[in-house]
């Protein structure tokens, strides 16, 4: 059981460029979440799955799109990177909503884009 | 506009000795409050959590107060130790989204 698993760890983009960062979860987790942590600060919420094929945005989905084909995966797309997308990117998943279950995240995605 | 504060970013404590890390929100509108804890280049793990009709919850060395008039929460870490060391996070879930705090980094002296 690996839990939620993130690539690439770490990554440098040029401005303009695109990319996809992966995120796949074991555990058979209906809900799915990506966020991105700025240094200093506390975790965003960029968008969110509750289930294969149903996707809703966070608090900061601009520049970024998703999809959730399976249960199982979860990608998270830039289509045309710019600095203030530098940033680490941690992928979650939970078994329900309603507060008390906690969510269980990867181990991040560092991206810089230069 | 739901906030959640931690106006601390750093606490240093012998260990040992009692940590005490603060929260504050400015909405009432929850179902529960949750703590987490990071390692450097480690995803955030769970650690606690306490519900709205709750006062107190405790789990081992950790308790986590609630006090609902003041719109504040803390966690408390008794007896402290070098392991402890690292970034806690508080966070607000209602529905189906996690509101973060932005940290406190606690460090832990031997």
């Known amino acids: 059981n690996a839990g939620v698993t993130q690539t690439p760890k770490f990554r440098i983009l040029k401005i303009g460029q695109s990319m996809t960062l992966q995120c796949t979860q074991d555990?058979?987790?209906?809900?799915m979440y990506w966020y991105r942590q700025d240094p200093g600060m506390g975790l965003k919420l960029i968008y969110y799955s509750v289930g294969a094929g149903i996707t809703d945005k966070g608090e900061v989905p601009n520049g970024y799109n998703v999809s959730r084909s399976t249960t199982e995966d979860f990608p998270l797309r830039l289509e045309l990177a710019a600095p203030s997308q530098t940033s680490v990117y941690f992928c979650?998943?939970?078994?329900?909503?309603?507060?008390?279950?906690?969510?269980?995240f990867g181990p991040g995605t560092r991206l810089l884009v230069l | 506009d739901q906030q959640v504060k931690q106006n601390s970013p750093s606490l240093s404590v012998q260990e040992g000795r009692i940590s005490i890390l603060n929260c504050d929100y400015t909405?009432?509108?929850?179902?529960?409050f949750l703590w987490y804890k990071k390692y450097p280049a480690e995803g955030p793990t769970f650690l606690i959590s306490?519900?709205?009709?709750?006062d107190k919850n405790e789990d081992g060395r950790f308790t986590v107060f609630l006090n609902k008039s003041a719109k504040h929460l803390s966690l408390h870490i008794v007896p402290s130790q070098p392991g402890d060391s690292a970034v806690y996070f508080c966070a607000r879930n209602a529905g189906n989204m996690l509101t973060f705090g932005g940290g406190t980094r606690l460090m832990v002296k031997p």
């Open positions: 979650a998943s939970s078994p329900e909503t309603g507060g008390r279950e906690t969510q269980y």
């Open positions: 555990m058979n987790h209906n809900y």
């Open positions: 306490i519900s709205s009709i709750k």
């Open positions: 909405n009432s509108m929850f179902d529960y």
